[in-house]
């Protein structure tokens, strides 16, 4: 066979070997391209979750922040209405009674709301803080124990009242 038989049967057959390596790693590279593409895709999809879980965190803690400082708003008012009607009954009577039922009540819910939302909080520091408040808006309904049921010598009324005075103090000024 001479040179002009075999590149005549050489010819059509690296044309289409040829093609057909072209076809192969055209399709290899478009794979490559679709796995780049995917993995984009779920790099920005994954981003975007963690910006909307971030945004929904920052939302529920900044709802969170909002009705505790309602809730602790309505502590303080509560606390002072305690005090007050302390007050009251030690200069009329020199005696701290038991508060009203509804008074009592309502330290109680307000009480329970707060201390639900403060475990809600992420801060730590705020969290702590938050607890200290309680504990000084809790302790201005106690009759200090030097007072027995709640009855206050008539030689102890004013210093009887400077304490009350004192907690109202440490309420208002309060971090």
């Known amino acids: 066979m001479n040179a002009a038989v075999w590149s005549a049967i050489i010819g059509p057959i690296t044309t289409l070997l040829g093609g057909l390596g072209g076809y192969w790693l055209a399709g290899r590279n478009e794979e490559a391209r679709d796995q780049r593409a995917a993995s984009r895709e779920r790099v920005t999809r ?24 309602d809730k602790l708003q309505r502590l303080v008012r509560n606390t002072a209405q305690i ?36 475990s809600r909080v992420l801060d730590d520091q705020l969290r ?28 102890q009324k004013d210093q009887a009242l400077a304490n009350l005075r004192k907690q109202n103090t440490q309420l208002s000024a309060y971090p």
């Open 46 to 69: 994954r981003a975007a979750l963690a910006e909307r879980l971030e945004d929904d965190r920052h939302s529920f803690q900044r709802d969170t922040l909002l009705e505790l400082q």
């Open 83 to 118: 005090m007050l009607q302390d007050e009251k009954t030690i200069k009329q009577s020199g005696q701290m009674y038991l508060l009203a039922g509804d008074l009592s009540d309502q330290a109680m819910q307000i009480t329970v709301s707060v201390q639900r939302l403060r």
């Open 128 to 155: 702590v803080a938050i607890g200290g408040f309680i504990g000084l808006c809790s302790s201005a309904g106690i009759p200090p124990t030097e007072y027995p049921q709640g009855k206050v010598p008539d030689d």
